[in-house]
């Protein structure tokens, strides 16, 4: 069936402000650029929005998202002529279930920030080249004054030290550990 | 250890260390959605401000394609009058065939010419005028021999051509096929207007600027009473001193300049203020860079000379349009300039010529696109749609384009062989029909030097250089004869045309629409909403000299211009914009609020960026406006050198002004207005005052104060903050871009 209202269920303008962050997030981690998320993550609202929808649970409501986003991202590659690694995308499906939680990722970079304050200053400032100052691994190296491979042995280990320390912080706190229902809440479907 | 990328601790770590944070486009979406869920029959391009009022959000009303609606819609009655054209034609051809079989045998043995020869002549039989074959004693195969008894146009060089063009257009007898006699220098006609065009004083009017402005005054109010509407109040004095800013210099006033022209004295302070910005030297670099650009967007488009491959050398149109602005060179004679420019368009190149950037991307192998160019820019008239067929809803007829179209036909462009600019040549044209390489007499064209054109019917017809109004000059093509291009200027610049075309241009500038929509596409399809008004100011600034900046003057200081943009609540029918681009009903009972333009954009928000008070230092590097102006247009790339803007509300727009490059340094603690701010002894309340008149040249409501108010008050210890936090909302309202 073609565009119908929404069911009164739920509030757009909620639901919009409580997953638009997640989803742009997600998008931007399957490869999108800034601007081509933004737009996705539109679609994806506008497409959900479309047909009847209620919104039960907010990781399953998450988890639906972001598979139209998804499938919306295949489309628009499709449209540009981008390849599609199928198993790169579900890899990271599982690795988005694992660290971003329920909460569009805002948990993961309080705890980001912290960990990343436990790293050497070297480790420290490896990294805000690379992401901050956008420098490759060879202006790294020069900077830091070691060999290329060095410099990415020096990232890699870092990243490392990050994630178990997430790892750690995570394990401590209450975990949640809702899986998310990726059975569709679109009730045409 | 893995080498394997990490997408999401990459997205994460990116954001965290590069403080990045996800965009907000609750907004965005949810207007999105309500536009997909609404019926679809509203108003296009239209925003609705607090106060009731309607906007509309055209990004340029002086961009050609922003009419590109109309031109479609005229491209496809055009195509059913073809159909229609084409049915009835054959039928008439088959029963004048059977029927007046003798009479198409002597037109058959009239028309055909041996070799080269067209098939036909061009058009006297069109022209209701003029029919040199009616006349006895005039040899239809030799018509320059004939045109010799024809009356020629007598130009003395004593007198002034703004002189013989004081008469509108609208009370002159239909002109009569003319002819302009070849010499082999310069045509006398070219030397009389650059004689005058040099020579500044030889204005000739008699009105003095008050007078000009008293009659706008009095012709505008007139319309009003005869649709019985009663205008808006007049705006106050802020509003007036941005738009006039905004207008002149193409950008908002520092809050010095509005405090220094609100502090004034209430008599004669309008006259004060636009004196100041059109003649104090502070002014005049920024005043002649703005309307260097802004004109250089008239000529080429605000896309011209933005890609790399470009023959066109903006950057030096730009400053050569700019000197003249700078010196406020007679208008006639930049056109002169821009038309006959021969040389190259590379700045280090000996025959350097900076004009040439006009004519060189269209000169191209028929030269089409100059041809409808030139007509558009200096004339107002659209022609592009007589190139094919004739006019649908007029009676030019398609030999009009073609007519015009062999001025251009000794001239080509060609890129340079030892740099990386072009090149525009004069050269001797032999007609398309002759051999341009031949130096035998029998083989040239004793006729003259044609252009062929395809009518509809696929009849071949043929088309020597004649202006609009049937001036004809010697058909020849050899330079050393008869300079076409030259004598186009010169009919140009002493046509009533062009002033009109100017003013209507001006007018809408400042207006924010002109006596016709599109300002390009006058013609008795499209009559003026004020003709006698259009006729005089035209008049009176061809009689100045061309002056630009009194007709400037006139615009500015008149009252419509001064009126406030809201309209009164029962005023329902002053609102053409809502129509746009097929506005109508034009009264200027109210000034009509518009989007601002992407360079006022652009100085604006450089200007509150930079920190200097000075004036001289406002002025934007032309680099830098052109690389972020040129990220808004782009060339369509079809035959009539449209252009599609992104400067109209759209995502690149709205992002660009939410967390763009030039919005960060405007909103930047330590830049520009809000570090002067910050760092200065002024209280809270104070600073946020200043802030208001810095963006929108008002001092907040009360119920704005309220509000801010509170929010200083939740945030009492981060006062620098929410003072960027409003500076940034301030610079993002509908307000701030408004022109208003």
Not at chain 1, 57 to 84: K, M, Q, S
Not at chain 2, 98 to 118: C, R
Not at chain 2, 274 to 287: A, N, P, Q
Request: glycine fraction near 4%; charged fraction near 25%; charge should be neutral.
């Amino acid at each position: 069936m073609a565009s119908q209202p929404t069911t009164p269920s739920f509030d757009a303008a909620k639901l919009i402000e409580t997953h638009q962050t997640g989803i742009w997030r997600y998008l931007r981690s399957l490869g999108c650029e800034g601007h081509e998320a933004e737009d996705l993550t539109q679609d994806t609202f506008l497409k959900v929005l479309q047909k009847p929808f209620e919104d039960y649970e907010p990781v399953a409501t998450a988890a639906y998202l972001r598979r139209v986003a998804h499938n919306l991202f295949i489309d628009f590659c499709r449209r540009h002529g981008r390849r599609i690694v199928t198993e790169e995308i579900e890899q990271l499906d599982a690795q988005w279930n694992q660290w971003v939680k329920d909460d569009s990722g805002t948990e993961l970079l309080e705890d980001l920030a912290v960990c990343f304050q436990k790293l050497t200053p070297r480790a420290q400032q490896a990294l805000r080249l690379r992401y901050d100052d956008k420098k490759t691994r060879l202006e790294i190296a020069e900077i830091l004054e070691i060999g290329e491979h060095g410099a990415k042995n020096l990232m890699q280990r870092a990243k490392q030290q990050l994630k178990a320390c997430i790892e750690r912080k995570q394990k401590t706190d209450t975990p949640n550990t809702v899986t998310p229902n990726s059975t569709t809440h679109n009730t045409e479907e | 250890m893995s080498d394997k990328p990490d997408p999401i601790f990459d997205l994460f770590l990116e954001e965290l260390l590069s403080e990045q944070t996800p965009p907000d486009l609750s907004a965005r979406i949810l207007a999105a959605h309500q536009q997909k869920t609404a019926p679809k029959a509203q108003p296009p391009k239209v925003a609705t401000i607090a106060n009731g009022v309607a906007i509309a959000v055209a990004a340029s009303n002086s961009d050609p394609c922003d009419s590109n609606t109309k031109v479609v819609s005229a491209r496809t009655k055009a195509r059913k009058a073809r159909r229609n054209r084409f049915a009835i034609s054959m039928s008439l051809s088959l029963v004048l065939f059977l029927a007046i079989g003798g009479l198409s045998y002597w037109g058959v043995t009239n028309f055909v010419i041996p070799g080269d020869q067209p098939i036909a002549d061009n058009d006297p039989q069109k022209d209701p005028q003029k029919d040199p074959q009616k006349d006895p004693q005039k040899d239809p195969q030799n018509p320059i021999e004939t045109n010799q008894d024809e009356q020629f146009v007598q130009v003395n060089p004593d007198v002034s051509p703004i002189e013989t063009n004081q008469v509108t257009p609208d009370t002159r007898v239909p002109k009569e096929t003319t002819q302009v006699s070849s010499n082999n220098t310069k045509p006398a006609v070219v030397q009389a207007t650059l004689a005058v065009a040099k020579n500044q004083p030889s204005a000739t009017l008699i009105q003095s600027d008050e007078q000009v402005i008293q009659e706008i005054n009095t012709l505008i109010a007139a319309a009003w009473n005869e649709s019985d509407i009663q205008p808006a109040k007049a705006a106050t004095e802020e509003e007036w001193c941005r738009r006039t800013y905004l207008r002149l210099l193409g950008r908002i006033p520092t809050v010095d300049e509005l405090k220094k022209y609100t502090s004034r004295r209430p008599k004669d302070k309008q006259t004060w203020l636009v004196d100041k910005i059109l003649s104090d030297k502070t002014y005049t670099e920024e005043f002649a860079s703005y309307w260097g650009a802004r004109w250089a967007n008239v000529l080429v488009g605000r896309a011209g000379g933005m890609q790399k491959d470009s023959p066109i050398d903006r950057e030096s149109l730009e400053q050569y349009l700019a000197s003249h602005f700078a010196k406020n060179t007679p208008y006639n004679y930049v056109v002169q300039e821009l038309l006959t420019a021969t040389g190259s368009t590379t700045p280090d190149a000996k025959d350097f010529n900076p004009a040439t950037n006009f004519l060189v991307s269209m000169l191209d192998d028929k030269a089409t696109l100059a041809t409808s160019k030139a007509c558009e820019v200096f004339l107002g008239q659209r022609l592009q749609c007589i190139q094919c067929h004739n006019h649908p809803s007029n009676d030019w007829q398609q030999n009009r384009f073609w007519q015009l179209n062999a001025f251009f036909r000794q001239s080509d462009s060609k890129k340079n062989l030892d740099s990386k600019g072009y090149r525009i040549a004069d050269h001797d044209f032999s007609g398309e029909g002759g051999d341009a390489n031949s130096t035998n007499s029998k083989r040239a064209n004793p006729n003259g030097a044609e252009v062929y054109f395809e009518e509809l019917n696929g009849r071949v017809q043929v088309a020597y250089p004649r202006f609009v109004d049937n001036t004809e000059i010697p058909r020849s093509g050899k330079l050393s004869e008869v300079n076409r291009r030259e004598q186009l200027a010169s009919l140009i610049t002493t046509s009533n045309l062009l002033p009109k075309a100017t003013v209507n241009r001006v007018w809408q500038h400042f207006l924010g629409i002109g006596f016709t929509v599109p300002v390009d596409d006058m013609g008795p399809h499209n009559p003026p909403s004020h003709p006698e008004l259009l006729n005089n100011l035209a008049d009176h600034f061809a009689a100045s000299g061309y002056d630009f900046k009194r007709l400037m003057k006139w615009i500015t200081l008149s009252k419509a211009y001064g009126l406030s943009s809201q309209a009164p609540a029962d005023q329902f029918a002053n609102h053409p914009e809502l129509n746009y681009p097929q506005a109508s009903g034009q009264l200027f009972a109210r000034y009509y609020s518009r989007q601002m333009e992407a360079e006022q954009l652009f100085h604006s928000l450089t200007m509150v960026a930079k920190s200097s008070n000075k004036p001289l230092n406002i002025i934007a590097d032309a680099r830098d406006r052109q690389q972020w102006l040129g990220q808004f247009a782009r060339k369509m790339g079809d035959d009539e050198a449209s252009e599609d803007t992104s400067f109209n509300g759209s995502i690149s727009q709205s992002l660009e002004m939410m967390n763009g490059q030039l919005m960060y340094k405007a909103t930047n603690k330590k830049n520009g207005v809000l570090q002067g701010v910050i760092s200065s002894k002024m209280n809270p309340a104070e600073k946020v005052d200043h802030l208001f008149l810095a963006a929108l040249s008002r001092h907040p409501s009360k119920k704005e104060k309220k509000a801010i108010q509170q929010i200083l008050q939740k945030r009492q210890h981060e006062l620098d903050l929410s003072l960027q936090d409003i500076w940034w909302a301030l610079l993002n309202s509908n307000e701030f871009i408004l022109d208003h």
